[in-house]
């Protein structure tokens, strides 16, 4: 069950009550260094927020969509549920960590990510990921103790998925953050169908120019999530890693079609493991 900590009164990750002398802080989802390689006009931050359980009896998957439509500049939002001292230390080094990699990579320079760069990036997307379900604390569905895990580690925990690919599509530029969380059941579970139902797995999508980032983590034991045709092509698995490097740009790229159809394979998998 994911435990909402009270973020207005503690960090989120070191469980410290805010003082003067270690403030709470704000975080960016798309840092400031990054801010200059993301040109074009930004739209306003969409985050569509899908929510979903399959009923036991009939076998059916219901959804209840329900977006928010954000005013003002995504760039420029900050998450504030972290204290000043982690914000400014291992956090801070994550960022500087991933820059190099992730700089190349949002503007589509030729390079080459190896297995430890890909773990650096799975760390940063870990991080990202985390601190964006805060944006929509409704859906959230990483639990304290994988926060804990990540925060004690500094590695995403083993039930994290994360894909990259390299996204060439128009209409997600530069920016895109969306949040999708599910409940997921056993068969004849007896867990009643409820309107707000507790969510144990989530779906994050981030784009950062040509960066295209899909994490998803469950803690139902055995819950699984693959992609069918062309888009298993079009995703690099990074962790756990599958390859020992990925070439960058990935071919065959993403257009906005398949950046859409990854971004919502939750709920087409909720059927499978159902
Ligand atoms: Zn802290």
């Given at each position: 069950?994911?435990?909402?900590?009270?973020?207005?009164?503690?960090?989120?990750f070191?469980?410290?009550?805010?003082?003067?002398?270690?403030?709470?802080?704000?975080e960016?989802?798309?840092?400031?260094?990054?801010?200059?390689?993301?040109?074009?006009?930004?739209?306003?931050?969409?985050?569509?927020?899908?929510?979903?359980?399959?009923?036991?009896?009939?076998?059916?998957?219901?959804?209840?969509?329900?977006?928010?439509?954000?005013?003002?500049?995504?760039?420029?939002?900050?998450?504030?549920?972290?204290?000043?001292?982690?914000?400014?230390?291992?956090m801070?080094?994550?960022?500087?960590?991933?820059?190099?990699?992730?700089?190349?990579m949002?503007l589509g320079?030729?390079?080459?990510?190896?297995?430890?760069?890909?773990?650096?990036?799975?760390?940063?997307?870990?991080?990202?990921?985390?601190?964006?379900?805060f944006?929509?604390?409704e859906?959230m569905?990483?639990?304290?103790?994988d926060?804990?895990?990540?925060?004690?580690k500094?590695?995403p925990?083993?039930?994290?998925?994360i894909?990259?690919?390299?996204?060439?599509?128009?209409?997600l530029?530069?920016?895109?953050?969306?949040?999708?969380g599910?409940?997921?059941t056993?068969?004849g579970?007896?867990?009643p169908f409820s309107?707000s139902?507790?969510?144990?797995?989530?779906?994050?999508?981030i784009?950062?120019?040509?960066?295209?980032?899909?994490?998803?983590?469950?803690?139902?034991?055995?819950?699984?999530?693959?992609f069918?045709?062309?888009?298993?092509?079009?995703?690099?698995?990074i962790?756990?890693?599958?390859?020992?490097?990925?070439?960058?740009p990935?071919?065959p790229?993403?257009?906005?079609?398949?950046?859409?159809?990854?971004?919502?394979?939750?709920?087409?998998?909720?059927?499978?493991?159902?």
């Amino acid at each position: 069950m994911p435990k909402t900590p009270d973020h207005k009164q503690r960090c989120i990750f070191c469980d410290v009550i805010y003082t003067p002398e270690n403030k709470r802080s704000g975080e960016h989802i798309w840092p400031e260094w990054m801010h200059p390689l993301l040109s074009g006009k930004r739209k306003s931050h969409m985050g569509s927020k899908i929510k979903g359980r399959r009923d036991i009896q009939n076998r059916k998957v219901f959804i209840w969509p329900s977006s928010k439509k954000r005013a003002g500049d995504p760039v420029s939002k900050r998450m504030n549920v972290v204290c000043s001292g982690c914000n400014s230390g291992w956090m801070s080094r994550t960022e500087s960590s991933v820059k190099p990699i992730l700089s190349r990579m949002i503007l589509g320079t030729p390079c080459i990510i190896t297995e430890d760069e890909q773990t650096i990036l799975a760390r940063w997307s870990t991080l990202k990921a985390i601190i964006a379900e805060f944006d929509d604390t409704e859906h959230m569905a990483i639990s304290g103790s994988d926060r804990n895990m990540f925060y004690q580690k500094q590695e995403p925990p083993p039930k994290f998925k994360i894909w990259i690919g390299y996204y060439m599509g128009n209409d997600l530029l530069p920016t895109y953050y969306n949040h999708q969380g599910i409940q997921v059941t056993k068969k004849g579970s007896s867990i009643p169908f409820s309107e707000s139902p507790m969510f144990n797995t989530q779906a994050t999508t981030i784009i950062c120019g040509k960066f295209y980032l899909y994490l998803v983590s469950s803690s139902f034991e055995g819950f699984e999530i693959s992609f069918q045709g062309f888009v298993s092509l079009q995703m690099r698995r990074i962790w756990p890693a599958l390859d020992r490097v990925i070439e960058w740009p990935i071919v065959p790229e993403m257009n906005d079609d398949d950046a859409r159809l990854v971004s919502n394979s939750l709920m087409p998998s909720l059927i499978k493991n159902g």
